[in-house]
């Protein structure tokens, strides 16, 4: 980075992308060091489908919107190298993928909750309470995790059917492999951010930890963008990929709501309240 008040320019400042992946559409912006804008893009999603308390996308639509938007925001500046990109996405959305990270089904969006119209086996019911009591919170029928019930119970996991959050999934695509999760997208997929995976818990719900992502803070580097998804986006072969958070960590990391007892509202297609804390909630 330059020295405090030297003179910086668009060809000289070092670039940073980023991807938000909404509800409604896909979001790119390119930034430099201070949060200047140096370029922007958009692209909808028209392809949901709602049917009572399902609803999926279909997330070949989300790297099709992804390219759009990504080229839209680097139209002025073409080749030039970044910094790295980072993806994020809404909370709990699932999708599976293979070992190339291309999508096996549909998305499985975060609002989808006909999990709630199936009922679980006893046995199942008390992991869950269990693992609550563990992680401190309830576990909603919309979360990553009833998903994956859904998904285990019908025998559609495995080696080349591997669940991601959908910021991971397209992270993925631009790496050209499946990559590590981070906490915050993993939560609701009951992931414990002090412990790590629950394996016993797991193993009790039917679910072999060995199909769920690595996971590493928010910012490890995951990989460089890959030849196809450079040809796809626009972004130069080998710009290093950071691993993402879900959106409304991102927006409350924007608004600087890190220290205890701060709070981020964010209204988008849904309400987002997001605090921090020195110390875990029980609730």
Do not use: F
């Not at 993402?244 to 924007?254: L, N």
């Amino acid at each position: 980075m330059p020295a405090p008040g030297a003179a910086r320019t668009c060809a000289t400042a070092a670039l940073w992308l980023g991807i938000d992946l909404g509800t409604q559409g896909v979001r790119a912006q390119l930034v430099d060091g201070d949060g200047t804008v140096h370029g922007s893009g958009n692209a909808p999603l028209l392809r949901g489908r709602r049917d009572g308390p399902r609803h999926e996308q279909d997330p070949r639509e989300w790297w099709e919107a992804t390219g759009a938007a990504v080229r839209s925001a680097l139209a002025d500046h073409p080749g030039q190298p970044l910094g790295a990109v980072c993806v994020d996405g809404t909370s709990g959305t699932l999708v599976l993928q293979d070992r190339g990270a291309r999508p096996v089904g549909p998305g499985l969006m975060y609002d989808d909750a006909r999990a709630a119209g199936v009922p679980l086996p006893t046995r199942t019911e008390a992991a869950l309470d269990d693992l609550a009591a563990q992680l401190g919170h309830p576990v909603p029928p919309t979360w990553a995790l009833r998903k994956l019930l859904l998904l285990a119970a019908e025998d559609r996991l495995g080696p080349d059917a591997r669940p991601a959050h959908q910021g991971d999934h397209i992270t993925g695509r631009l790496v050209g492999r499946p990559v590590p999760t981070d906490p915050t997208q993993a939560l609701k997929s009951g992931h414990d951010p002090e412990h790590g995976w629950p394996g016993a818990h797991l193993y009790r719900l039917g679910l072999d930890p060995a199909h769920l992502p690595g996971v590493g803070p928010t910012g490890t580097p995951v990989g460089t963008v890959g030849a196809q998804a450079a040809h796809h986006t626009g972004i130069p072969a080998g710009t290093p990929v950071r691993a993402g958070t879900t959106d409304g960590v991102a927006a409350q990391i924007a608004s600087a709501a890190l220290a205890p007892g701060r709070w981020a509202a964010t209204l988008g297609t849904t309400l987002v309240l997001k605090g921090s804390t020195p110390h875990r909630i029980q609730d």
